[in-house]
């Protein structure tokens, strides 16, 4: 069986669980948000991971590979704060978006093993 499909249950998966950990989380930090909310801005969060999963195809020097997830995981996380900063109160914000960063650092460790 090819890794693929396997693959892609496990980024599926934590998409969807990190939508759930993110909208409780942020509930329980007393702010405002609904699941496809949050889901909606994983989504549009992930995309530079995204480019630095094909890079990261693409490209076989390690350190390369390295530079352009660090960099894009900098991207997706600098446009994750407005979003998530804009739910809960100020003083609250780093622990929203803490464990997404968590989530994206995840995601972005299987593009640059699985590559």
């Known amino acids: 069986m090819s890794a693929c499909p396997l693959l892609l249950q496990l980024v599926f998966t934590e998409v969807a669980l990190g939508a759930i950990v993110l909208t409780i989380n942020v509930i329980l930090l007393g702010g405002n948000i609904v699941f496809f909310q949050s889901l909606c801005l994983i ?5 530079p991971i995204v480019i630095a999963a094909i ?3 693409l490209v076989k020097l390690a350190w390369v590979r390295t530079l352009v ?3 894009c995981l900098g991207w ?3 446009a994750t704060v407005p979003f998530i900063g804009k739910s809960v109160p100020t003083e609250r914000r780093a622990l929203a978006v803490y464990p997404v960063l968590l989530m994206y650092v995840s995601i972005g460790w299987l593009a640059l093993v699985k590559s």
Request: with cysteine; proline share 0%; glycine share 8%.
């Open 55 to 57: 890079i990261c195809v």
């Open 76 to 78: 997706a996380s600098f």
């Open 69 to 71: 997830l660090v960099l």
């Open 43 to 47: 989504g549009y969060c992930l995309f």
